[in-house]
Each structure stands twice: as C-alpha cells, then as structure tokens.
C-alpha cells in the first residue's frame, strides 16, 4: 500500500515536471535575420480594437525573408482576410499557433499550393484551413516575404501568437524580449478624474476632469483636487523603446490609494470578443476628439475585459472622509522599466446632485436583453453587448416619399460590444425583387450596407449595428457591379489583364473570371484585380474571349465580356 501511494505522488510530481518544462521550453526564433525593433506592442488601444499583436519593422521595406519562429505545421492560410493580406498560420506543438499577416507574397511552394488550390477551386479570395500532415515546416525556414498587403500603412510584419486551443490573444513579446532593447520606463502625460453618475463630484462638479502629469518617469499632479462620493481615475501615458521613436501601450498599469492597490491591467492575453471593450475600458469620447487615451483605472459593470484585475469596487474610489487621499501610479513595462505618478485628492464634503435621466425615449441595461420599439423600427439588443446602463435617444426622420423611415439612433457614439439585430420597415414598396431591400447606415461618403433580408411577412428588413450613435434607414440596389477594363490595349504585350470592379449600393460580393471557359486567378492589390495569363491554362497566340460574372450583396449580377488576342 505504501510503494502504490509512493508511486502515484511520483506520477502526479511528474506530470507537474512535464507541464512546466513545456512552458519553460517553449522556443521562438527571430522571424527575421536583421535586428529586431517593433512599431507596436500588444494591446495597444485603438478604436474598436486592442492591437493583437507585434509589429515588427522591416527596415521601411518589403521583401525580406520571413522565417518561421518554431517547428510546426501551416493549419491556415488566408488572402484578403481580416485586413490581414496574405497571411499564413503556422500551429507549434507548444500549444501556440503563430501569425504572419501583411505578406508580400508566400515562399515558392507554399505559393505554389496556394495557386493550386485557388485554380482548383474557383477561388481568388481564400482561407485555407490545413491538417498537420499537409505542410509541415521547419524553425528558421523560409515561409514568405515580408510586406505591406492587406490594411497596412507601411510595410512591417504583423506578428500574433494564438493560443491554439483557446483562440486567446497572447503577447509575443516575453518570447522575443531578448532580441530586443528597452531601458525606457513608461510615464504618465495626464490624469482624468471621472465623478460615477450621481454618486460623487470632483470640484463639486459631475463633469469628468483633466490634469496635466509634470515631472516625466517620476511624474506628479500638483493642482490641488477636491473630491466627494465615489470617483474614477484614468491616466494618458505611454511606454518607449531605446533606439525607435515609436510610442507603445503599458504593459502594466497599477493603481494604489493610500498604499493599497485599487486597480491594475496587465496586456498579456484577451479573447478576440474583448476587442471592442477597448471602447469601455479607454476615454472613446476623448479618443474621437484628440485621437488619445486615457485608460480608466475602472470598470463598467458589463466590461469583462480579463486583462483587468479590479477589487469588489471595480476600481471605483470612495471618497467619504474629510482628508487626503494619496493615489500612486506604477507604470511597468516587460523589462521592470517603471514610471510613477503621484497625486492627492482631498475629500471635501460637498453636494452630490442626484443623476437626471435625460429626457430621451429609451434607457438600457446593461444586464438584459434591450429591444427599442419605435413606429416602424425595432432594435433587439441581446444581453452582453452594452458595459453599462445608458440613455437612448431615436429620433424618426419621417419622408413621405422614402422606402422607410430613417432613424438616428442616440445623438453620440455608442458602440456595442458585437452585432445587434435592427429590423426597419418598409413603407413604400418599389417595383423590385424584394432581395434588392437593405439596412444601410449613413457613413461621411454615403450609405454603407448592413445586411439585407427582407421578412414576407410583415414587410420588414433586417439588417445589423454595431454603432448605435448613427444613422440607419432601407435602401434598394438593383444595380450590379460596374466592370472597369484597365488600359486593354496593353492587355496582350504585357500578358497582364488588369480590372477594377466596384458596386457603389450594396458592395461588391462575388466575382469570378473565366478565360477561354477556363478559370483565371486575380489577385487584389488596393482594389485593382490582376490576372497573369501565363497562369491560365489557354492556347496561345489566338484570340480569347473572356467573361467576368461580378455579384453584388443584394445578388444583383452583372457579366462582362472582352476580347483579346494573346
Ligand atoms: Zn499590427
């Protein structure tokens, strides 16, 4: 009895021994072979989004030869996809599958299978998901070119690591940390103080206020601040690294008042459906007028962003003695590099004015499902999409003529965490197919389409917001896409067919092209289409005809046909 008890505590030490010999095994080689600097760290803040992963420089070009960080497989690849370009997944035993988005182009036989694969299957957007024993690479082998495809402002190599089996967001950095430089601390430029709704005042006013940091990495706020009830603070700072002059996120940002820590973030790892609670989580307001942010050391109720660490209180100060309150920033980078701030608040008794429901038509919770029903309009909001109760207002632009109403939702921004369902109703039929009917949403250039499915029924559309603070109405599209030939006459002497395809209503959904019947490959560049007809399988040195079908989001089709000898 004794050796079997001796025995399972060997066994369960170990599979501890194994567990943690795998994490501290884990391995990542330098995607590339020339000094390493990043453009942006993980979980930067942007609008609508946390930045999910490195941006490593590559020497302001594109071109360089991108090797793979680790042993492992290609489980996807992707073409024009999530504005990422072309983009390879490579998934490691570790645990982790890596990410290289932005690509120039694919190494020779990756970009061969690719080719294959489109042509085979009619496709010229793609995302392949591919088995272990497909492609199998090698760390340090030579899997693409460095680029600038895709939404990128600049050639760099985006760089994401995935938790395999969760989909988790994981920052890069602690893996390549050694490749890099920074002596820098983070600091702090301002502080934001943010009265919680009827329950406190800062200088006996409801209205968030703004205070300068003065004094770099061991920085202080010297004004003096008078505070009652419960408040919030947010702080504007940011990290650098030695020879770049970019600016970074903060790895870590915590939060002390009187000596006990209130609040602290750490951008290590988040779900790709925490994106958008960027929005909660920083000053979005500000953001939108001075293109800052401030990050708010607390939370709403519905932001459940885990790379927040918050007390019972979620970071909300209560300020209900007559003294002063010592607040304490520390502001940690990967390196142990840290900055300070240091301010105090001297609670005041004064006045809280209760909070006043704006006279508007409608309040959401945060904690249920929200339908808004207005004439003709009906908004369902399902749980989980709002940080926090709020406000509503919808105005109903009423045009005799139009299809439908339009609605503008809220006067401000609003945003949602995910997709919420709008149904609008249609009140003067056009003579169409009803498949032509679609949400659209005013956008500074028009009216951007938001899907479109026309209920029999009773004579509704649907459609999809995220953005609350817009405006939403029906549109019809009966036109297709429009073709647009680019410089034919050069069409045979340079065997290139170049197009430009745009559908102004609902947008561009679909397209194929067949030379000679047979399939013909178009890669897109910044929206002009491009086919090299040594790679379709055609007969030289006749004339060709081709037929390119384009098919709009309300399925409107539109064929052309061009001649051309080659
Ligand atoms: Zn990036």
């Known amino acids: 009895m ?38 942006g760290n993980f979980g930067e803040p942007r609008p609508n989004h946390m930045h999910a992963g490195l941006d490593f420089k590559t020497q302001g070009v594109e071109g360089k030869e991108l090797y793979c960080v680790a042993d492992g497989y290609i489980s996807r690849i992707t073409i024009g996809l999530f504005g990422f370009g072309n983009a390879l997944y490579v998934t490691h035993p570790n645990g982790y599958t890596s990410v290289y988005c932005h690509l120039q182009k694919f190494a020779p036989e990756i970009a061969k299978f690719v080719k294959k694969y489109c042509i085979q299957h009619e496709l010229d957007m793609v995302d392949i998901k591919l088995g272990p024993r497909e492609i199998r690479v090698k760390q340090g082998e030579l899997i693409a070119y460095s680029g600038n495809t895709g939404a990128s402002h600049g050639p760099h190599l985006h760089f994401e690591l995935h938790n395999t089996a969760t989909d988790e967001l994981v920052d890069p950095l602690p893996y390549f940390k050694h490749l890099l430089q920074d002596t820098i601390p983070p600091h702090g430029n301002e502080i934001m103080f943010y009265p919680q709704r009827g329950e406190g005042v800062i200088n006996g006013l409801t209205t968030k206020q703004r205070y300068k940091v003065k004094g770099g990495i061991r920085g202080v706020v010297r004004d003096t601040i008078n505070a009652w009830g419960k408040i919030g603070v947010g702080i504007y700072g940011e990290d650098m690294m030695n020879k770049t002059f970019n600016h970074y996120g903060i790895y870590s940002i915590k939060l002390f008042v009187d000596g006990i820590q209130r609040f602290e973030s750490h951008l290590d790892k988040f779900y790709p459906i925490e994106h958008r609670m960027v929005n909660s989580w920083g000053d979005y307001d500000v953001f939108r007028k001075s293109r800052i942010w401030f990050l708010k050391s607390f939370a709403a109720p519905g932001n459940s962003l885990q790379m927040l660490n918050l007390d019972k209180n979620r970071g909300v100060i209560d300020i209900n003695e007559e003294r002063i309150y010592k607040f304490k920033y520390i502001l940690e980078d990967h390196y142990g590099n840290r900055g300070t701030v240091e301010f105090n608040v001297v609670g005041k008794k004064s006045p809280i004015p209760e909070y006043q429901v704006p006279n508007v038509r ?77 949400v659209a949403m005013k956008t500074a250039t028009g009216w951007r389409y938001m899907g479109g499915r026309y209920n029999s029924d009773n004579g509704w559309v649907s459609g999809r917001v995220r953005d609350l603070g817009a405006t939403y109405t029906v549109q019809v599209d009966t036109i297709g896409p429009r073709f647009n030939p680019i410089a034919k006459k050069n069409w045979s002497r340079l065997g290139v067919v170049k197009y430009v395809i745009s559908d102004k209503e609902s947008g561009l959904q679909h397209y194929k092209c067949k030379i000679d019947g047979k399939f013909a490959l178009f890669t897109n560049k910044r929206g002009v289409l491009t086919c090299h007809l040594e790679d379709v399988d055609i007969q030289r040195n006749i004339k060709h005809r081709l037929e390119f079908v384009a098919t709009d989001n309300c399925g409107n089709k539109t064929v052309d046909v061009q001649e051309f000898v080659y």
């Not at 004794?2 to 994490?23: E, G, H, N, P, Y």
């Open 2 to 39: 004794k050796r079997l008890v001796c025995s399972t505590l060997a066994l369960v030490a170990s599979v501890f021994a194994t567990a943690q010999d795998i994490q501290s095994k884990i391995q990542f080689e330098a995607p590339f072979k020339f000094p390493l600097f990043i453009a």
């Open 362 to 438: 409608h309040f959401l919770h945060w904690n249920r499902t929200n339908v808004v029903q207005e004439p003709g309009m009906e908004l369902a909001i399902p749980r989980g999409l709002l940080y926090d109760d709020a406000p509503l207002n919808v105005q109903t632009i009423v045009s005799p003529k139009g299809i439908s109403n339009t609605y503008r939702l809220h006067d401000d921004v609003f945003p949602l965490n995910t997709w919420a369902t709008i149904m609008i109703a249609v009140r003067n039929p056009l003579p169409v197919e009803t498949r032509c009917y679609y």
